[in-house]
């Protein structure tokens, strides 16, 4: 019987096919097995070894290629043919990614299992469009959220609204579902004037930003997953900073 192969959680970036590790492309280059999230950029995928085997493991809002359940078994079942399996994630796997969750699984089953990070949506988004999210004088305290829970469920109000009060900006995942009343509680909670913004399809060439105060946004705005809010200092440094914040 083969020996116990190995499972690489790993982060493929936000889109942009650049944006994986080095370490990251290094191990899918070598990999026996490739399994992949909906929102790995496929690019990556030509990466892959000849002959490496690829299995979509998608998850789209609402609607699982495979529960979470079956990808670990997969998981688990490659290994144990042996094979060196890379799992990649959409950003970074321990972001509202359930990477942990997979490595748990696995190593309790003695199967080695080592976690290799990416670069999270809302890092990459930052990036792109110039939104600090640890910014001297605008941003001391920030927050990443999600929007949504297991099961679809939306995070509550109250969680948002706590947020929105301890932090100096807030970026909420998986929110393009509930934009409206996000942008909304944040009018509510700081202000009509409260500096906003939604992000969709960071770092690809759909890439759009959206500018706004949250109450305005709240009444326009239907982003297109996948799709990032942002909430205060972060915004509020590009529209006090470049001559083009406001664009
Ligand atoms: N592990 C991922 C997040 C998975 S949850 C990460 O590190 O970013 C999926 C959510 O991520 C989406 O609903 C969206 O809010 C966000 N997301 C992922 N890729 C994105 C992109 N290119 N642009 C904007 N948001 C993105």
């Given at each position: 019987m083969a020996g116990p192969g190995r499972v690489y959680i790993v982060g493929a970036g936000p889109g942009d096919p650049e944006l994986i590790t080095v370490k990251g492309l290094r191990l899918l280059r070598s990999?026996?097995?490739?399994?992949?999230?909906?929102?790995?950029?496929?690019?990556?995928?030509?990466?892959?070894?000849?002959?490496?085997?690829?299995?979509?493991?998608?998850?789209?809002?609402?609607r699982h290629a495979m529960s979470q359940d079956e990808i670990n078994r997969l998981l688990e079942g490659l290994a144990r043919e042996g094979l060196v399996v890379v799992r990649l994630h959409g950003g970074d796997p321990l972001t509202f990614g359930r990477g942990e969750e997979e490595c748990a699984y696995l190593l309790s089953r003695g199967i080695p299992c080592e976690v290799v990070p990416g670069i999270p949506s809302y890092v990459a988004a930052s990036a792109e469009h110039l939104l600090p999210l640890g910014s001297r004088g605008y941003s001391?305290?920030?927050?990443?959220?999600?929007?949504?829970?297991?099961?679809?469920?939306?995070?509550?109000?109250?969680?948002?609204?706590?947020?929105?009060?301890?932090?100096?900006?807030?970026?909420?995942?998986?929110?393009?579902?509930?934009?409206?009343?996000?942008?909304?509680?944040?009018?509510?909670?700081?202000?009509?004037?409260?500096?906003?913004?939604?992000?969709?399809?960071?770092?690809?060439?759909?890439?759009?930003?959206?500018?706004?105060?949250?109450?305005?946004?709240?009444?326009?705005?239907?982003?297109?997953?996948?799709?990032?809010?942002?909430?205060?200092?972060?915004?509020?440094?590009?529209?006090?900073?470049?001559?083009?914040?406001?664009?």
């Open positions: 990999a026996d097995a490739v399994v992949y999230d909906r929102l790995v950029p496929g690019e990556l995928l030509g990466e892959a070894k000849r002959g490496a085997r690829l299995v979509y493991a998608g998850k789209a809002p609402g001391r305290v920030y927050t990443v959220a999600t929007g949504t829970l297991a099961g679809g469920t939306p995070l509550p109000r109250e969680r948002l609204e706590a947020a929105m009060r301890a932090s100096d900006s807030l970026v909420v995942l998986m929110a393009a579902s509930r934009a409206a009343e996000i942008l909304g509680l944040a009018a509510e909670t700081l202000g009509p004037q409260a500096p906003a913004a939604i992000v969709e399809s960071a770092s690809t060439p759909k890439s759009k930003l959206t500018l706004g105060p949250a109450g305005e946004l709240a009444a326009t705005a239907k982003p297109r997953p996948p799709a990032l809010i942002y909430i205060g200092g972060a915004v509020r440094w590009r529209l006090d900073t470049l001559p083009t914040g406001r664009s």
